[in-house]
């Protein structure tokens, strides 16, 4: 199993620096209710690929800003960077992860 020593977070010690990002992915099919998704999350921005439509369908936000995820900031150039760097991150985990 993957993961952290989580015993740290719940007694009264220096709680280590934490990971930056973390590999989401939802593979189970909910009969066309929720789509499947692989992405990056981090602290301040989501990244998401939802697989089933014909291409990927993007998504990017702004966690911070907009908690409710209303505007996809995937099309916005002044969001472009943050995008390449979060879709470099979703196909590294890719690769690594298999």
């Known amino acids: 199993m993957q993961g952290e020593d989580l015993t740290q977070l719940f007694g009264k010690q220096q ?3 934490w990971r930056q990002r973390f590999f989401y992915e939802h593979h189970y099919s ?3 209710k929720i789509p499947q998704t692989e992405g ?3 602290d ?4 998401l690929r939802y697989l089933d439509p014909e291409p ?4 990017l936000y702004d966690v911070k800003e907009d908690p409710h995820e209303v505007e996809n900031l995937a099309d916005n150039p002044a969001y472009q960077t943050i995008l ?3 879709r470099n991150h979703w196909t590294y985990f890719k690769k ?3």
Not at 56 to 59: G, I, M, Q, R, T
């Open 40 to 42: 990056v999350i981090e």
């Open 15 to 17: 709680v280590p620096a």
């Open 84 to 86: 390449e760097e979060l």
């Open 44 to 47: 301040q921005y989501k990244y």
């Open 96 to 98: 690594n992860l298999q």
């Open 30 to 32: 909910h009969k066309g």
């Open 56 to 59: 990927d369908y993007e998504v």
